[in-house]
């Protein structure tokens, strides 16, 4: 099967939609040989910070010489990105094979109406992927809550992880942060070891107790008390934990509270009996490469591209441009999916903002520009919608040439998707 099919294939489960629940998932894994049961699972649930979070951890058990598998949602910069071992993402034949292996019990399990969506499907493949390929360790992030995500059919994880938790995909996993910290403990298996990191709301911090103790969990939180910021700034982060100094590649105060989630779960590997050494720690945090995480995609305008798109991830948005641009002027480019809290997120950022431009992202679940426009006019008097057309974003990039304007592009990762390959081609 030519790879262009086999995305088309995939891509053919979109109008399925999610379908929260395991069973479908464990039936497919099952038809397949259960790939999961020989793999070594580093599980990663939460609202913010998992892919980051995922993305240090990997570079740092690469950088060890472990093969490490690595998956992740949504891609920005190419399909393929989802699933990676050591860094290099899936091939287009790799996958195609795969692919072509899987799809027909996919179709004999549509027969008998159990119908398997696209990223259970997805899983399906990585997971096959790395076990075909031996991976020593796979560091798998959760799709969409945890509980009942296609990725929650690992029985027995090495660590499961659970970063900063906070309102997001109310419509499926809850109205209030309680019900949706329950949902993300659903990895959280017996008689395993949970990491959480260190800054959760008092009613998350216990849900997450509760359950760890329920299920015979040793509970880990990174100390605040060990850590010291060194410094901040566009070209250098430095921090120290437990009195050792560490450099990062990503920027924002968050990751450096997400690297230290990344240090307990290093930790822990090495008691179980893997060997991590310091200097693959220091490099792979040092060389961590994360697209559209506060990534700087340009100087001249200052262009940064930023996943921001709930309540929380503005919030840690607006503490690093406030820490990075104290006395900027800051245009943004924002575009959001329909299902998120618009509102209360336009209104945390807003203050930062001189300018918001609005677009529409290239996604069924879009809120239409104008829309958001609207939405965004409460909060700031100088609003612009530009409609989907995200190629308009270039004349206005073209016109801060020279300025001491800063661009920030948040929202939906979708949209800096798009946006991220458009300003590739332009700048």
């Known amino acids: 099967m030519e790879y262009s099919k086999a995305v088309k294939k995939i891509n053919s489960l979109m109008k399925f939609g999610v379908k929260p629940g395991l069973n479908r998932m464990k039936k497919l894994l099952n038809l397949i040989g259960n790939p999961e049961k020989n793999l070594n699972i580093i599980h990663v649930a939460g609202t913010n910070g998992k892919g980051s979070i995922c993305s240090m951890t990997s570079s740092i058990l690469t950088h060890s010489g472990y093969k490490t598998g690595l998956f992740i949602s949504p891609y920005i910069t190419n399909f393929r990105e989802r699933m990676q071992i050591n860094g290099c993402m899936i091939s287009k034949r790799d996958m195609s094979l795969i692919l072509n292996d899987i799809f027909p019990f996919v179709q004999e399990m549509a027969c008998n109406e159990e119908i398997i969506t696209e990223f259970e499907l ?9 076990a075909d390929n ?5 560091v798998l992030e959760v799709g969409l809550g ?27 996993l809850g109205n209030n942060l309680e019900d949706i910290a329950y949902e993300k403990c659903g990895i959280i298996k017996e008689g395993c070891i949970t990491i959480s990191y260190p800054e959760q709301v008092n009613s998350v ?23 010291v910021v060194n410094k901040m700034s566009l070209s250098e982060t ?23 989630t990344v240090l307990s779960i290093i930790n822990i590997l090495n008691i179980k009996g893997f060997s991590i050494k310091k200097n693959n720690v220091f490099y792979g945090l040092k060389h961590t490469v994360h697209p ?18 709930n309540v929380d991830g503005m919030k840690s948005l607006s503490i690093s441009l406030k820490k990075y641009f104290p006395n900027k002027k800051i245009i943004g480019i924002v575009g959001m999916l329909k299902d998120k809290d618009i509102n209360n997120s336009i209104k945390t950022i807003a203050p930062m903002l001189s300018k918001i431009v609005t677009v529409t992202p290239q996604n069924a679940r879009a809120l239409p520009a104008d829309m958001l426009a609207k939405i965004s006019k409460k909060y700031c008097k100088d609003v612009e919608s530009l409609g989907s057309d995200l190629s308009k974003i270039i004349n206005i990039i073209n016109m ?6 800063v661009v920030i592009v948040c929202g939906s990762l979708y949209l800096l998707s798009d946006i991220r390959s458009i300003l590739k081609n332009n700048l």
């Open 122 to 130: 997805i899983t399906a493949i990585a997971l096959k992927w790395f």
């Open 205 to 227: 911090k216990h849900i997450i107790e509760q359950i760890a103790e329920k299920r015979h969990n040793q509970l880990i939180v990174p100390s605040l008390s060990k850590l």
């Open 238 to 260: 430095s921090f120290v934990y437990d009195g050792e100094v560490f450099e990062l590649s990503l920027l924002g105060e968050h990751q450096i509270k997400n690297a230290i």
């Open 134 to 138: 031996n991976c020593d360790l796979v």
């Open 146 to 172: 945890g509980r009942l995500d296609a990725t929650n059919v690992v029985e027995k994880p090495v660590v499961s992880v659970i970063t900063s938790i906070s309102m997001d995909h109310s419509d499926i």
């Open 400 to 405: 801060l040439i020279d300025s001491d304007y």
């Open 292 to 309: 559209a995480r506060f990534e700087v995609i340009s100087n001249n305008p200052i262009i940064i591209l930023d996943g921001a798109h």
